[in-house]
């Protein structure tokens, strides 16, 4: 003990005991140069001597971390601090490669409890918006160090180190994660604006099972527009499976582009981000089978007036002017015949009283008396028509002889009731998409029904 005393001021320094603990009961006295008198004494508080600095315990993380589960990384930290620690710590940690590292995370926290001589700290990280786990290199790690002090005033120290170029906390990151991928993607693009677009494909993950709810997102791109027709949520996935979906839409007019995309909004960090998109481009050319229709309905009704004008060509056949003319010239020679008899008397034969019989035979018939000659239903008809036709329906009966002026209508049969696809449908129709059907509706053409071998029945005007 070292005692000075200037001015009237005593001053004693008194050395603390090279262990650590708790001093209490302590009595300074003071005696005179002789040690025969005591001249004072003074009784001191009880008080804490802390000789040792705090220890940073060895980390407790046993296995490595996924370089895809960032987002809620856990460490733990121990300090071991016998005599009392009642700040707070700062632990840094920071994603290293050999491409490059991220930017480092600071966070301050507090003890949460102290057990067997040890104060515990516990620590949750999230690195999910400090880079692309993907582009790191295999060599990747997580490395941290912690800053705090003891109330005695003592700094951290580690065994293993305890800084930026030497880590306590060096932990590799290794590659087991998710895989999210698009498969057997299946779309109908032959299809005009305005038709349904029917697509399906497979959602597969590839690697370890996601708890992060994602989707799928499909959309319409025309220029810098950008329009969503369909979503599918997931909300977990298990490693190695392949989810189904299938959606539909009306095709926009003009040329577009399809794209599906999972996990847009970049949720779930996997091992290969570039398998997550699929597009595919639809030219404003491709008409489908609507155009295809059209074409074909507008050709069919073409070839439609040509076989009516051909019909009515063939079935109304020519006249033949030297049979009209002969037929003609008959009837006016049978007319000047009669005319020419009647006005023409005959001569009498004979005695009077009697007329001469107008037989032309150049000799006389022998025997008993003949009765009058029979005539046969065929000269009776003949005859009787022949003098009962004026010489204009005698003409008519001619022009009847030569055949009908108008065609004759074909019957309809089971060729024209069915057709076997759409390129046989006659023209002057448009196709009507119906809850009950597909059909094919025209004036002209009637009402077609579209059955599911692609081929058409006519329906009954009824």
């Avoid at 290293?96 to 507090?110: A, F, Y």
């Amino acid at each position: 003990m070292v005692v000075s005393v200037m001015e009237g001021v005593l001053t004693a320094s008194i050395p603390t005991p090279e262990s650590s603990g708790l001093i209490h009961g302590l009595t300074l006295s003071l005696w005179d140069p002789l040690q025969t008198e005591q001249l004072s004494a003074t009784s001191v508080g009880s008080f804490l001597l802390d000789n040792d600095p705090p220890i940073l315990a060895p980390s407790s993380i046993a296995a490595t971390i996924s370089r895809y589960h960032l987002d809620a990384v856990d460490i733990g930290l121990n300090i071991i601090e016998p005599q009392a620690w009642t700040s707070p710590v700062e632990l840094t940690c920071q994603v290293k490669s050999i491409s490059g590292s991220w930017d480092s995370v600071v966070l301050t926290r507090n003890a949460t409890t102290v057990f067997d001589g040890k104060t515990m700290f516990s620590f949750t990280f999230d690195f999910s918006q400090m880079g692309d786990p993907s582009t790191l290199s295999q060599q990747a790690t997580l490395a941290c160090w912690a800053v705090g002090m003891d109330d005695a005033g003592w700094t951290l120290s580690s065994a293993v180190g305890n800084s930026e170029l030497d880590p306590w906390l060096e932990a590799p990151l290794n590659n087991i994660g998710p895989d999210l991928a698009l498969e057997n993607v299946v779309v109908n693009t032959d299809v005009a604006a305005g038709e349904k677009v029917r697509l399906s494909f497979n959602v597969v993950n590839g690697g370890e099972g996601v708890d992060t709810p994602f989707n799928a997102t499909i959309e319409i791109v025309q220029g810098e527009q950008r329009t969503m027709v369909g979503r599918s949520i997931f909300y977990s996935m298990d490693e190695n499976t392949a989810k189904s979906v299938k959606r539909s839409f009306e095709a926009p007019a003009g040329q577009w582009t399809l794209e599906i995309t999972v996990d847009q909004e970049q949720l779930v960090w996997e091992i290969d981000e570039t398998n997550n998109l699929w597009s595919t481009s639809v030219s404003a050319s491709s008409g489908g089978l609507g155009a295809m229709a059209v074409f074909l309905s507008a050709t069919a009704f073409l070839g439609l007036i040509g076989a009516v004008f051909l019909m009515r060509k063939r079935s109304a056949p020519a006249v033949d002017e030297d049979k009209l003319v002969a037929a003609l010239a008959v009837t006016n020679d049978t007319a000047e015949e009669r005319t020419a008899a009647e006005t023409t008397p005959h001569p009498r034969r004979g005695p009077p009283g009697k007329v001469a019989t107008s037989s032309t035979s150049a000799q006389p018939t022998r025997g008993p008396p003949r009765g009058p000659q029979k005539p046969t239903a065929a000269t009776t008809t003949a005859s009787t028509d022949q003098d009962d036709l004026t010489p204009q329906a005698m003409a008519a009966q001619y022009l009847q002889a030569l055949g009908p002026a108008t065609p004759i209508e074909p019957e309809e049969t089971d060729a024209t009731r069915h057709v076997s696809d759409y390129s046989q449908l006659p023209g002057g129709g448009e196709y009507e998409y119906t809850p009950e059907g597909t059909f094919y509706v025209g004036a002209s053409c009637g009402r077609w029904r579209l059955n599911d071998d692609k081929s058409f029945t006519r329906l009954s005007d009824e």
